[in-house]
């Protein structure tokens, strides 16, 4: 156990891994021991799925940005009250698949709301809660839309140009806070990617027990 939680969010452009490497990173963690708590955005809550199911339908395809980011920001509301806060306080590990910085790269960067209206939205929302370590896994926004397969859903079906403006934001993002965000190439292997991952998660872990 842990003497408190830890935070860890896996962050990219569409297609780059995420969902992969954190399912693995967790498999790897409760393995070792430790309580681990799995989640996504938007979703992992009865709210938050149904909230996901609208963001992503493709029939929404008049959706606003200011909706969008909005409809985001609520199922954060949702899961970080009723999940992620309960789970960190009780010592666990909560891996969560994408979190405000995506908000920030999709509607923000891409989307070109200001930064500084999505950033004050979210400390309400979150309570103030970051991660403690982001992994951006990085891939060519093109190669990325090839890897998620033909059939897309709504935020996918945007134009190449909205989606490399996405991985432009996060790396900016990242560029900004290197100490938390840890980009890794998502083209290499799978094995020596989740490696890599794994060695900064224990890391962090074995300082805190």
């Known amino acids: 156990m ?39 955005e938007p979703g992992g809550t009865l709210i938050s799925e149904k909230i996901r199911k609208i963001l992503l339908d493709p ?18 509301a949702q899961i970080v009250k009723e999940k992620i806060l309960p789970s960190l306080k009780k010592g666990k590990i909560v891996v969560c698949d994408r979190f405000t910085d995506a908000t920030l790269a999709y509607q923000g960067y891409a989307g070109g709301m200001k930064l500084e209206v999505i950033n004050s939205i979210a400390s309400i929302v979150t309570k103030g809660l970051k991660p403690d370590i982001t ?3 990085d891939i060519d926004a093109k190669a990325g839309l090839l890897r998620a397969g033909k059939s897309k859903d709504r935020m996918e079906r945007k134009s190449i140009l909205y989606h490399n403006k996405v991985r432009n934001g996060y790396l900016d993002i990242a560029g900004k806070e290197p100490g938390r965000v840890k ?12 490696e890599r991952i794994r060695k900064a998660v224990l890391k962090i872990c074995h300082s805190r027990i």
Not at 186 to 192: L, M, P, Q, R
Request: hydrophobic share 40%; with cysteine.
């Open 59 to 76: 029939k929404n395809k008049e959706m606003d940005v200011a909706c969008e980011m909005l409809l985001y920001m609520a199922a954060r």
């Open 135 to 137: 992994f951006l896994l």
């Open 2 to 40: 842990l003497r408190r939680g830890l935070f860890i969010t896996f962050e990219g452009p569409e297609g780059s891994g995420k969902t992969t490497h954190s399912r693995l990173l967790c498999d790897f963690l409760k393995k070792e021991g430790y309580k681990v708590l799995h989640t996504r």
């Open 183 to 194: 980009v890794i190439s998502a083209t290499g292997k799978i094995e020596e990617t989740q």
